[in-house]
């Protein structure tokens, strides 16, 4: 994790050092966060785990923004090699900013269209993964939109929360599976497409109710019953192997 290039490897390092309670988000013109994982069962997993650790904005970014901060993240998923087929999965965050007036074709970063990247991430150099734009054949990027369900992540965040975040956005993807006539079950493609094995454990998972219900009413899902929603969440409530991460 970090502000620089994902390193994608065949065999990734488990993250060296410690990892921060306070990673602090610039505003502007910075290029945006990154955390990688060899999947997004993993990443969630590692997320859910990590309650001591949050997200917030820098002090200068605090003195420039008098309003409250949101969260623009964007899903990429990368092939390890172009002859291997193992994906690895890299969330990337900036801070939320507004579009000018002025800016060319700014309707393309109002629209909510998942294969374009927000206005906040042309602020600065865009990593190499998330050029070749969202559908190359080595990378795959899906930058997640809002909805009335699903607003944006306001900042500070902890790491548990933004895993429900991202658990709901997964979930909003796969209720949109059988319609074409927008990008939004993409993400869901993507990640059945990448981890066929981690979803066929998902669907073996035993049930949690309790559980469960308590991440529930953390992100504010309903009721009504889905199996796919309940594999989501009982990713979160399953304690997270180190082995995992760096299998």
Known sequence: MGFGVPT???NPKPFAGVIPNVIALPYGKCPPFHIMAPSWRTLLKLMARLSGTRL?????????VKTEMRLRIVVSFVKVHHSSSE???VLYMTIDHPIPPSAPAGWRYRNGDTSTLPWSYTLAQQPPFLRDGADAPLSKFYTIPVNQDTPFPTLPI???NLATYLASALENSRDAMHDSSSGLRRLAKYIDQFYPSDRAGLDDAPERSGMRQRLKNLVGIGSRPQRDRNAEMFELVT???PDDFGR
């Open 8 to 10: 994608i490897s065949p």
């Open 239 to 241: 304690p997270f192997v």
């Open 158 to 160: 902890s790491f548990p």
């Open 56 to 64: 917030e904005p820098t002090v200068e970014a605090m003195a420039v």
């Open 87 to 89: 994906w690895h999965t």
